[in-house]
């Protein structure tokens, strides 16, 4: 199993940031590798801007904490397990930080290990978008 967490600063309230983060069926507003998404039940249905379906169960939601975990169904990509964690924590009264963290496994070392990459990839790249967008200009 590979492991992989990213974690970013905002200068904004955690409630702000858990508006947008917590919202399970409206990742596409925030994170460029997805064309779209909406919830059916606890199911997170996708297409990423390739055109490719995924899906993913959303296992736990805990809005009091401002954190959900989610796992991977479906989809293009490679994976025989994949596990993840979004939280917001508030670091002050005007500052929160994200961890986004997964564990993933695949058929082989060197598929899991690359696939590590594109899901450490895809985080960054999602934060920073995320970022921009909650962050007054």
């Known amino acids: 199993m590979a492991n992989v967490t990213v974690k970013v600063g905002f200068p904004v309230p955690a409630d702000t940031v858990w508006s ?10 925030w994170i460029p590798a997805i064309g779209s998404s ?8 996708l297409v990423f801007t390739d055109g490719e379906p995924a899906r993913e169960r959303i296992i736990e939601h805990i809005d009091a904490e401002r954190t ?11 994976l025989q397990h994949y596990q993840s ?3 917001v924590l508030e670091a ?10 997964a564990e993933c496994g695949a058929e082989s070392a060197e598929v899991e290990a ?4 594109a899901i ?18």
């Open 38 to 45: 909406r919830m059916e039940d606890d199911v997170r249905h």
């Open 120 to 137: 450490r990839g895809i985080y960054t790249e999602a934060l920073d978008e995320l970022k921009a967008k909650v962050i007054p200009m």
């Open 114 to 117: 690359g696939l590590a990459s």
């Open 85 to 87: 964690t979004i939280q």
């Open 68 to 78: 959900y975990s989610y796992q991977y169904l479906d989809g293009p990509l490679p």
């Open 92 to 101: 002050t009264d005007n500052s929160c930080l994200i961890r986004w963290s």
């Open 20 to 29: 947008w983060v917590g919202n399970t069926g409206n990742v596409a507003s």
